[in-house]
């Protein structure tokens, strides 16, 4: 059965892999499964079809016969798990790739969201001045925790695992903010993540949606 998810029709971010079906898309380029995606517009992620897929009308969501799926991380977890190639077979080392899994969406990703959400809609608020540094301060605090236990590591724990593929993602969000080009370090390892050939197709299937370009899903 032909996986299906779903992606912006029309992406916020144009293409630059920050849309959360780029999780879903690279873990299925590392493990080799073809996709299909079914692209909605912004009005169809709120109407009936959809959410019946995506309870809180997001994207994105994936469907294998009758399974259906959402989130982002859970997606990714399921494909790991079903197919080789992004958990350990050993079974301490598996563990410790999911943990990586939780700690790049528990931990490290909601100050980098929450800055973002700010930063888009609390720019006028009067509390915004005194706001962005306390954000920054939060950031940075799991940056430096992050950064210091990667050390001189290429990946998290080992080889590259799921864990890594999530945490990459988490931390291409700060690209371009001055804040992860202070960790030269984490932003090695985030090149190293994305000079991955998985993480290029990925990339390039998702810019296509932008660009208008074909490629294949």
Known sequence: MTITITAFEQSPDQG????RDMRV??????????????????????????????????????EEGDLVLFESGA?????????????????NARARAIVWMFAALSTVEPPIVE???????E??????????PLLDERIRKRLDE????LGDAEWLDGAFSAGDLLMVTVLRRLEGDGILEDYPSLCAY??????RPAYKRAFAAQLAVFTGAPHRG
């Open 123 to 132: 720019r006028d608020k009067p509390w915004f001045a005194d706001r962005l």
């Open 115 to 121: 800055l973002e959400a700010a930063t888009l809609i």
């Open 146 to 149: 992050l950064s210091a236990r």
């Open 75 to 91: 997606i990714v977890f399921h494909i790991a798990q079903r197919h080789a190639g992004l958990l350990p077979d050993d079974a």
């Open 190 to 195: 985030v090149d190293r993540g994305k000079a």
């Open 25 to 62: 898309r690279w873990a299925l380029e590392e493990v080799g499964q073809p996709y299909n995606v079914r692209l909605v517009s912004f009005q169809a992620m709120k109407e009936p079809a959809h959410l019946s897929r995506h309870p809180f009308g997001q994207i994105p969501t994936y």
């Open 16 to 19: 630059q892999g920050q849309a």
